[in-house]
Antibody, heavy 121, light 110 residues
Framework: EVQLVESGGGLIRPGGSLRLSCAAS????????MTWVRQAPGKGLEWVSS???????FYADSVKGRFTISRDNSKKTVYLQMNSLRAEDTAVYYC???????????????WGQGTLVTVSS | QSVLIQTPSASGTPGQRVTISCSGS????????VSWYQQLPGTAPKPLIQ???LRPSGVPDRFTGSQSGTSASLAIGGLQSEDEADYYC???????????FGGGTKLTVL
């Protein structure tokens, strides 16, 4: 059974750092593309970052240079290192598995339950 | 302002058919397939439509997706109270080199 479990969220002061983890079960994190999506309180979904099977990573402009996505295949875990945090980074962060369907088109077929990050002094 | 534009709200009565639209551009919907996600209150998003019009296993056939040019639509037929949720479209954007989501549509079942 495929499962994604996020952890690492919490209250952090502006300018601080936090590392989120996404533990996967039922599949290899290197065989698909893994993604972080966030949702600010009362707002919509916002893509944050993705890492593809070959290791290439992409970032939203809003986090480029501050956030780093990585993965540990042996631990079946994806990470999001968040530095220089700002109040506007406050959100629930979801980990999602990107998958290529039978037509070769990508979508997010599994999501974790999310972890809340609150940036406040 | 989201790259993909969705009407913020929609509503219908039980049994009705409702359509939610998602408007983009040549660099996103015009070039890549669209997926749709349903987010029930207090829960994580769930995939509803992949590749513009395919339903993942377990999604009722009341949900249908379509795409034409730089726009996509999600239609929900035979509306049920449990369909009350937020709905998001998403696709890859070739210009931004990233995924983009619509702003979301809140569906109310009256």
């Amino acid at each position: 059974e495929v499962q994604l479990v996020e952890s690492g969220g919490g209250l952090i002061r502006p300018g601080g750092s936090l590392r989120l983890s996404c533990a996967a079960s039922g599949f290899s994190v290197s065989s698909n593309f893994m993604t972080w999506v966030r949702q600010a309180p009362g707002k919509g979904l916002e893509w944050v970052s993705s890492i593809y099977s070959a290791g290439r990573a992409f970032y939203a402009d809003s986090v480029k240079g501050r956030f780093t996505i990585s993965r540990d295949n042996s631990k079946k875990t994806v990470y999001l290192q968040m530095n220089s945090l700002r109040a506007e980074d406050t959100a629930v962060y979801y980990c999602a598995r990107g998958f290529y369907d039978s037509s070769g088109n990508p979508y997010f077929n599994y999501w974790g339950q999310g972890t809340l990050v609150t940036v406040s002094s | 302002q989201s790259v993909l534009i969705q009407t913020p709200s929609a509503s219908g009565t039980p049994g009705q058919r409702v359509t939610i639209s998602c408007s983009g551009s040549s660099s996103n919907i015009g070039s890549n397939t669209v997926s749709w996600y349903q987010q029930l209150p207090g829960t994580a998003p769930k995939p509803l439509i992949q590749s513009n019009n395919l339903r993942p296993s377990g999604v009722p056939d009341r949900f249908t997706g379509s795409q034409s040019g730089t726009s996509a639509s999600l239609a929900i037929g035979g509306l049920q109270s449990e369909d009350e949720a937020d709905y998001y479209c998403a696709t890859w954007d070739d210009s931004l080199n990233g995924w983009v989501f619509g702003g979301g549509t809140k569906l109310t079942v009256l």
